[in-house]
């Protein structure tokens, strides 16, 4: 379906409470003009009503091949700094927003669109997916984040490699660097399922998750046991959680087994 509220470059599907948004400029290699920003600044900024989980796919062969270089026009050095904010800041709405995304992986996953499922919570790979930063052989540098996000994936000294030199990697080089968390042959229906999943929790532990454990991560020891002891109270204190827990103990949920 579309939505007035997006761009004819994204299309929304709604399945029960799980949003599928898909980049659909599968003629251009689905490369992300700044409408396509724009609308995901947008539509992750207020996810519509009842939606848990969102599954970020794409029409066609491939993800993404990044950044729609037929926008780029002559900007002075202000101008260019305020679209590579624009960037940032849409991508902080999918990073840091209200609902979990799990990213399908497959065909071009290059520059932009890299920096695109490097902003996801959970990275789905198929077998024909590719990543590469190719912005070092175009005079250019990264600009919607991936200096920040990706070496935290796969490392700096990885980061260095593939834009110094061009290297691509294939989806098994990928997913071994750190770039996908799961390999598979059917990308969505893995990503439905992961989807499935994530919107079954309680909304306060996928808050808990989006919200407190990346800024856990960031803070000092002493400011990071702080604040999980804040968020297990919180979370722990909800009628939701009292609820699965007798029922755990009462043995009407399962246990983790393999």
């Given at each position: 379906?579309?939505?007035?509220?997006?761009?004819?470059?994204?299309?929304?599907?709604?399945?029960?409470?799980?949003?599928?948004?898909?980049?659909?400029?599968?003629?251009?290699?689905?490369?992300?003009?700044?409408?396509?920003?724009?609308?995901?600044?947008?539509?992750?900024?207020?996810?519509?009503?009842?939606?848990?989980?969102?599954?970020?796919?794409?029409?066609?062969?491939?993800?993404?091949?990044?950044?729609d270089?037929?926008?780029?026009?002559?900007?002075?050095?202000?101008?260019?700094?305020?679209?590579?904010?624009?960037?940032?800041?849409?991508?902080?709405?999918?990073?840091?927003?209200?609902?979990?995304?799990?990213?399908?992986?497959?065909?071009?996953?290059?520059?932009?669109?890299?920096?695109?499922?490097?902003?996801?919570?959970?990275?789905?790979?198929?077998?024909?997916?590719?990543?590469?930063?190719?912005?070092?052989?175009?005079?250019?540098?990264?600009?919607?984040?991936?200096?920040?996000?990706?070496?935290?994936?796969?490392?700096?000294?990885?980061?260095?490699?593939?834009?110094?030199?061009?290297?691509?990697?294939?989806?098994?080089?990928?997913?071994?660097?750190?770039?996908?968390h799961?390999?598979?042959?059917?990308?969505?229906?893995h990503?439905?399922?992961?989807?499935?999943?994530?919107?079954?929790?309680?909304?306060?532990?996928?808050?808990?998750?989006?919200?407190?454990?990346?800024?856990?991560?960031?803070?000092?020891?002493?400011?990071?046991?702080?604040?999980?002891?804040?968020m297990?109270?919180?979370?722990?204190?909800?009628?939701?959680a009292?609820?699965?827990?007798?029922?755990?103990?009462?043995?009407?949920?399962?246990?983790?087994?393999?």
């Amino acid at each position: 379906m579309t939505s007035p509220l997006l761009p004819p470059t994204l299309r929304l599907e709604l399945r029960d409470d799980i949003a599928v948004l898909r980049l659909a400029r599968p003629e251009k290699r689905n490369a992300i003009d700044d409408a396509t920003v724009l609308g995901l600044e947008s539509f992750f900024g207020a996810p519509p009503p009842g939606v848990k989980a969102v599954v970020l796919d794409a029409v066609g062969d491939h993800f993404s091949a990044g950044l729609d270089l037929s926008e780029l026009t002559e900007r002075d050095a202000f101008e260019g700094l305020e679209h590579s904010m624009m960037w940032h800041r849409a991508f902080e709405r999918l990073e840091r927003g209200r609902v979990p995304v799990v990213a399908v992986l497959k065909g071009a996953v290059v520059g932009g669109g890299l920096e695109l499922a490097a902003a996801a919570h959970i990275r789905v790979a198929e077998p024909s997916a590719f990543y590469a930063l190719p912005e070092g052989q175009r005079g250019l540098f990264v600009g919607g984040g991936a200096s920040v996000r990706v070496p935290r994936l796969i490392g700096a000294h990885r980061m260095a490699d593939m834009m110094l030199t061009g290297r691509v990697l294939d989806a098994d080089e990928g997913h071994a660097a750190g770039l996908s968390h799961y390999r598979v042959e059917n990308g969505l229906e893995h990503a439905l399922e992961l989807a499935r999943k994530i919107a079954a929790n309680s909304p306060i532990t996928n808050f808990a998750v989006l919200q407190a454990l990346p800024r856990i991560a960031e803070a000092n020891p002493a400011e990071g046991y702080l604040m999980e002891a804040l968020m297990a109270a919180i979370a722990g204190g909800s009628a939701e959680a009292k609820e699965r827990m007798q029922a755990f103990l009462d043995k009407r949920a399962g246990k983790v087994g393999r």
